[in-house]
């Protein structure tokens, strides 16, 4: 189930944020973390240039879904945690973090955080998407 990922990039002139959006669950650690960057009410909503990109990756690294992510001008990306966690929710959701392989429709994917679907209701497998009791 599901259709191709699209990932959306936003370029600052010392990072890029990338924003999956089938991916996100609304968690605003993004927008508690950093409102001048991230603002639903302006059009592009992240504004790469408004924080510093040090203290951007660290906001971005706080998204639990990994539906936002960064690389530098300098070619940097994220470093995954070590050891991997995952954390099964009250819900049943399975957060992950640190070196990942996620098999999905389009293949095996590397990541560094994810939600994972515990019901099997995703449309969007096997990430959750709120759509199922896990999501509850």
């Not at 639903?40 to 510093?52: E, L, M, S, V």
């Not at 515990?118 to 509850?136: F, I, M, V």
Request: a neutral charge; proline letters at 6%.
């Amino acid at each position: 189930m599901g259709g191709r990922s699209e990932k959306k990039a936003y370029e600052g002139q010392s990072i890029t944020v990338t924003y999956e959006a089938r991916r996100c669950l609304h968690a605003t650690e993004c927008i508690r973390g950093l409102p001048e960057v991230f603002d639903t009410a302006k059009r592009p909503w992240i504004q790469p240039d408004a924080a510093a990109a040090d203290h951007l990756a660290e906001v971005v690294r706080r998204c639990p879904s990994g539906a936002l992510q960064y690389k530098f001008a300098d070619g940097r990306t994220e470093t995954p945690d070590r050891p991997t966690r995952i954390v099964r929710g009250s819900n049943g959701q399975l957060a992950m973090r640190g070196e990942l392989s996620i098999d999905t429709a389009e293949g095996p994917r590397a990541e560094t955080r994810a939600i994972l679907c515990a019901c099997g209701k995703s449309a969007n497998q096997p990430y959750c998407d709120h759509s199922g009791l896990c999501g509850e």
